[in-house]
């Protein structure tokens, strides 16, 4: 399974009726935590990337550590 919810799953999930106030700034919690925890994991193997996977997926090194140095919280 995902560790994301995919945004129509969490429209779902926000928009129901039945679902209690608290639930919902709960899920919507879990989805930020989710999305800064894939940013971290991703940007501490993107600045690990050998220079060949990085030019496979069309970036220098440059751009790779630029990005790497973001703070998770930074889109």
């Known amino acids: 399974m995902s560790r994301t919810l ?3 799953r969490m429209s779902i999930l926000s928009e129901a009726d039945r679902i209690p106030a608290l639930a919902t700034v ?4 879990a989805v930020v935590v989710t999305t800064w925890d894939t940013r971290r994991r991703t940007r ?6 050998p220079r060949h996977l990085l030019k496979d997926v069309g970036l220098d090194q440059i751009t790779a550590n630029q990005e790497a140095a973001k703070p998770f919280w930074q889109p």
């Open 26 to 29: 709960a899920v919507a919690f």
């Open 6 to 8: 995919t945004m129509t």
């Open 44 to 49: 501490k193997h993107l600045k690990d990337m």
